[in-house]
């Protein structure tokens, strides 16, 4: 066994034992029989490939086939909120403080921040023309330049949007990596389209450090609890419709955003905490630890308890 054919059988552990035992042999020969003479190592396609197919068949193994279109109905959900989400701070960008309040500006904008809100538009136009892996690519690399954003905020001629913006479009940004390779032309152009709308509802604002509409202010906070609750009654009003026709994809989408909607409502949440009326940075930085972990932790939890179920 060389290096090649070993590291095909370690990405192989990604399927049930018993797929392993009657079919990982012909996996693995069909792999070794594509691959180049000179690889010494599976491909990222190859890798990501094996890994998809592994968790399906944990899913099936289970009962659970509806959960990853129901990460797909996330995934869409998902991107059309960062979407919105970043049509309103361009908006916000295009609109700098006036230079005699002395406050730092990024050339013509208001924050470095501008640069991922262009990213993620641009994602916005290729998921409703190139659906698929340019998608994938396209909101890969949204995301990595919302996270490029935090170190250039460093420099203090460079102002960049509050970490309270910028972590939750890093979450639905992740999350949006799971679209559909071949949705409906209406479904792929749904977050563009909630782009044009939120840009034609907000072109006529000129907001500006002054009146409280900043990445620090209350308009901050109103605009992501906003996108944040229509997510949430978006996803259960899906979730009661789906499941009206024994469908539960809805409920696997609802599961799938609790993480990131929890992020989005992260002031109110912390708000609610006893004593904290007013919550502090740290505050703030408990709940979304929290947050963040029961998001991660609620599909797998489902899943795990319909595996429980369907064994009995």
């Known amino acids: ?24 042999d012909e996996i693995v020969g069909t792999y070794l029989d594509l691959a180049g003479p000179d690889e010494e190592r599976p491909s990222l396609a190859d890798a990501v490939d094996l890994l998809r197919g592994g968790l399906r068949q944990r899913l099936r193994a289970v009962g659970a086939t509806d959960v990853l279109p129901g990460v797909r109905l996330a995934a869409t959900l998902a991107l059309t909120a960062a979407t919105v989400l970043a049509t309103g701070w361009f908006v916000r960008d295009l609109h700098p403080p006036p230079a005699d309040l002395g406050y730092p500006s990024f050339g013509p904008f208001a924050s470095v921040g501008v640069l991922a809100w262009v990213a993620w538009l641009l994602a916005a136009v290729v998921a409703g023309l190139s659906p698929g892996r340019a998608t994938r690519v396209a909101v890969a690399g949204a995301v990595l330049l919302t996270v490029a954003v935090v170190p250039l905020g460093a420099v203090p001629a460079l102002p960049r949007p509050a970490l309270s913006v910028l972590v939750p479009q890093v979450a639905l940004g992740l999350l949006a990596l799971a679209l559909p390779a071949h949705p409906p032309i209406g479904i792929r152009w749904l977050p563009a389209l909630a782009g044009l709308a939120t840009a034609l509802a907000t072109h006529h604002l000129t907001p500006g450090l002054s009146d409280g509409w900043g990445y620090y202010g209350w308009a901050t906070v109103t605009l992501l609890s906003t996108v944040g609750v229509v997510l949430m009654v978006v996803v259960v009003l899906l979730a009661a419709g789906l499941a009206l026709a024994r469908d539960s994809r809805g409920l696997w989408a609802a599961l799938t955003l609790v993480g990131p909607v929890g992020l989005l409502t992260l002031h109110s949440i912390a708000g609610a905490v006893p004593l904290s009326p007013n919550p502090t940075w740290a505050t703030l930085a408990g709940t979304a630890a929290v947050v963040s972990a029961v998001g991660v932790g609620a599909l797998p939890s489902a899943v795990a308890l319909r595996r429980r179920v369907t064994r009995r």
């Open 1 to 24: 066994m060389n290096d090649l054919e070993r590291r095909y059988r370690r990405l192989l552990r990604a399927y049930p034992p018993e797929y392993r035992r009657t079919r990982g």
